[in-house]
T-cell receptor, first 116, second 111 residues
Framework: DTGVSQNPRHKITKRGQNVTFRCDPI?????LYWYRQTLGQGPEFLTY????????KSRLLSDRFSAERPKGSFSTLEIQRTEQGDSAMYLC??????????????FGQGTRLTVV | GEDVEQSLFLSVREGDSSVINCTYT??????LYWYKQEPGAGLQLLTY?????DMKQDQRLTVLLNKKDKHLSLRIADTQTGDSAIYFC???????????FGKGTRLSVIA
């Protein structure tokens, strides 16, 4: 397993377009998280899944943001009608939900979105 | 809600010790974490400490936890240029679920 994989690594889009990012977690991990990181800030939690169930989505930034994990494996994050303020690094992480320190959350390298 | 505060910058000379500090708000956190982010890379878990401990040592890293003051620190001994990165303190959101991160401390190591 090569770890958490995110595609694309970079995305430049025009304002108003829709974008979709993909995250492939570590194969045995049942939890998958999406975070957004803007310059000079720490990662900001957006949403997470346990298997295919989306357990928290109230932190999604607006109704233009949505995420899916249809088969409990890979996940997609979609932003509709992008705005310049959506420009950021979008990070995905996965972990195995067990007792203990929530096991280590492994992060992907992120997708950097630039909205022009 | 949970809030994690860190100083933003730290500069040290190579070979010196670095101490990065963090304060958190959720006293029910069972674990507290330190992550490292190098330029252009994702976050890497460095270490974590269970809330019933007050110290954990792992090679050059020492984590100190003052639960009364809700203060966490990361000490890096013999700091090397490869330690230059942003270090994030994180605590779980209530219910031991998603992590809440501080803004990160940018460590610069001067040769």
């Amino acid at each position: 397993d090569t770890g958490v994989s995110q595609n694309p690594r970079h995305k430049i889009t025009k304002r108003g377009q829709n974008v979709t990012f993909r995250c492939d977690p570590i194969s045995e991990h049942n939890r998958l998280y999406w975070y957004r990181q803007t310059l000079g800030q720490g990662p900001e939690f957006l949403t997470y899944f346990q298997n295919e169930a989306q357990l928290e989505k109230s932190r999604l930034l607006s109704d233009r943001f949505s995420a899916e994990r249809p088969k409990g494996s890979f996940s997609t994050l979609e932003i509709q009608r992008t705005e310049q303020g959506d420009s950021a690094m979008y990070l995905c992480a996965s972990s195995l939900a067990l007792e203990g320190p929530n096991t280590e959350a492994f992060f992907g390298q992120g997708t950097r979105l630039t909205v022009v | 809600g949970e809030d994690v505060e860190q100083s933003l910058f730290l500069s040290v000379r190579e070979g010196d010790s670095s101490v990065i500090n963090c304060t958190y708000t959720d006293s029910s956190s069972t674990y507290l974490y330190w992550y490292k982010q190098e330029p252009g890379a994702g976050l890497q878990l460095l270490t974590y400490i269970f809330s019933n401990m007050d110290m954990k040592q792992d090679q050059r890293l020492t984590v100190l936890l003052n639960k009364k003051d809700k203060h966490l620190s990361l000490r890096i001994a013999d700091t090397q240029t490869g330690d230059s990165a942003i270090y994030f303190c994180a605590e779980p959101n209530s219910g031991n679920t998603p992590l809440v991160f501080g803004k990160g401390t940018r460590l610069s190591v001067i040769a």
